[in-house]
Structures are given as C-alpha cells and as structure tokens.
C-alpha cells in the first residue's frame, strides 16, 4: 500500500471517532441541560464586560478623537504607550501597584490561613458569629469604608487623633501626609478581604478527613503539629490555584481602595497612586482616551504573562497544583 493510500485510510478513520465525540458531546448537553443553562448569566456577564470591550483596544493605537469616532480617528502606532512610559509617573504608578498588591496577597493569605486554623479549632455553635463578622466587610462598597476610614482619620474629631491626645501627640493631617498611608491601606485592605478568604480556606480544612487528625493525635502530635503537617499541606493546592489567580491581578490594582480610603488626595499621590486611579484621572482631567487605552492594555498583557509565568512555575514544581 503505497503512502497516498494508507493517509486516506487513517483519514477515513479518524471520521467516525471525530462523529463519536460530537454526538457524546451533545448528549451530555442534553443530560445536563439545566445544569448549563446556570451558566448563561456568567457567560453573558464575561461577554458583555470582558470580550466586547476587547474591541476598544484599538484606541490604545488611535489618536482618539469624538468628533471621528473609533474608525475616523488617526492611527498614532505606539505613541500613547511612549507618551506614558516617558512620563514621570509610569515607573510610580507601576511600583505602587506591584508591590502594595503582593503586600496584599502575602498579609491577606498567612492571615486568612491561620484565622481559618483558629476557626476550625472553635465550637460549631459559635462558628457562626464569627462567620457572619468576619464576612460582613466584604459585603461593605469602598464608599462605605471609606467614612468609616475617615472617622478615624479625620483631624479633628478622628478617633485616632483623639487617642493620640491622650498621650500628647499632637493630631496628624493624614490626608496632607504620604507616609503612613502604605500602612493604613494595608490595615485597610486586610479588613475587608480576610474574611472571605479566611471562609475559603475554611470550607477547604472541613474537607480534610478526620481520621488524619485522630491518627496523629493518638501519636500525641499537638495542635501547631496538626496544622502544620496535616491541614496546611492537604490544602495547599487551594493555596497555590489561589496564590496563581492573585499574581495575574497583581497588575489590576483594587481602583476603590485606592481611591476613596486615601479621599482622593494629591498629597498622598507619591504612596497611594496605582495604575488604576491614574488612567482614571487621565479620562476624568485630560481626556485622553488613547493613552488610558494603552495603559489598560499594558496591564492586561503585564497580568497575562504573570498567571502564565506563575502555572509554569508551579507545574514544574508540581504538576498537580498547576491550574492547567
């Protein structure tokens, strides 16, 4: 049988495996049809806010104009991305976001981890209040925190201030001061979001199957013992799939925290400024659209590169950890 013939066979083959696949994929959407179909709001929701506004990206190259609109305006090439990187502000902008973001995964995850050791360790009937108060700032909107932020802050009837009194401090005008607000932001951010993460590696801990713990209990481990032999190595695959998806939004910086808990000073610009509040205050005093464009695409493309530089990493170490 000469080649031509024998890839016509194996192609013929290949026909009816392919019509196999296709008909068992139909019938499993028919078996689970309702099952899909909670999944059109999600879809919807990443078609209408992820993948059509895809298609602005070409302004990030346009010399974006009202007037012509997206197809009339002049193509520029990359000069909205020289114009940023050539200011003053990129390399500030850039550095605030990079590093308050890891401050943020490295404090919220050891702290949510080890409030969720400590939950795990409370009566069940108790459980709950603590559930419901540590949830609750995660449901509060950066507005609301932010006058919550404020009555502490404020200078003159902060509680802070008032505090500081007592001991003869002189009260701070911490919205004119750009020192301490990496610490607030910080405090800030913690408060809000370990609750949601410490409810995560909670569900992930009651996963774990208590005859680990007996068996090592009767070999007298101690509780710092279990947790640190038992339940932080079973859970550490929902750690690292978690610690992937933060690196990728490193460069997606959190635009409210940012903006309102600091009320939008200029004094506090230096230590509180991220990429996010910057293409905001580009649209808002300057207009221009194509350089906040290309911006937001350097943060997608920036982000990209780190969840896939992130899953490479941690497949080479452990393919099983790896989100794909």
Do not use: C
């Not at 974006?64 to 390399?91: C, H, M, P, T």
């Not at 919220?108 to 949830?135: D, G, V």
């Not at 509060?140 to 802070?160: E, M, P, R």
């Not at 992937?244 to 635009?255: S, T």
């Amino acid at each position: 049988m000469d080649d031509q013939s024998q890839s016509l066979l194996e192609h013929d083959n290949t026909k009816p495996t392919a019509m196999l696949r296709k008909k068992s994929l139909i019938s499993i959407i028919r078996k689970n049809g309702e099952i899909f179909s909670l999944t059109v709001p999600g879809l919807l929701y990443m078609l209408i806010f992820a993948y059509l506004p895809m298609l602005g990206l070409v302004l990030a190259f346009k010399n974006y104009r009202f007037d012509l609109g997206i197809l009339g305006s002049a193509w520029v090439g990359l000069q909205n991305f020289k114009f940023f990187f050539n200011s003053e502000d990129a390399f500030r902008v850039t550095r605030n976001t990079i590093l308050y973001e890891l401050g943020y995964i490295l404090l919220s995850t050891s702290m949510a981890l080890l409030l969720a050791i400590l939950m795990n360790e409370l009566k069940k009937k108790y459980l709950r209040w603590y559930q419901t108060a540590l949830f609750l700032p995660h449901f509060l909107s950066w507005v609301v925190i932010s006058y919550i932020t404020l009555a502490f802050l404020d200078q003159q009837n902060g509680f802070l201030n008032q505090f500081l009194s007592w001991f003869g401090v002189d009260p701070h005008s911490w919205y004119m001061e750009k020192e301490p607000w990496p610490v607030i932001l910080n405090v800030v951010a913690l408060w809000k979001r370990i609750g949601f993460a410490a409810l995560i590696y909670y569900a992930g801990i009651i996963g774990i199957h208590p005859e680990y713990y007996e068996a090592a209990r009767m070999d007298g481990a101690t509780r710092v013992q279990l947790a640190r032999h038992i339940t932080l190595p079973m859970i550490s695959p929902l750690i690292v799939i978690l610690l992937i998806l933060a690196i990728g939004g490193i460069f997606n910086g959190d635009f409210g925290l940012h903006y309102f808990i600091p009320n939008n000073s200029g004094m506090t610009y230096a230590t509180t400024d991220i990429i996010d509040t910057y293409v905001y205050r580009a649209l808002r005093d300057i207009g221009d659209i194509g350089m906040a464009a290309a911006v937001g695409l350097y943060q997608s493309v920036v982000g990209l590169i780190l969840v896939l530089t992130a899953n490479y990493i941690v497949k080479k170490m452990n393919p099983d950890h790896a989100l794909w």
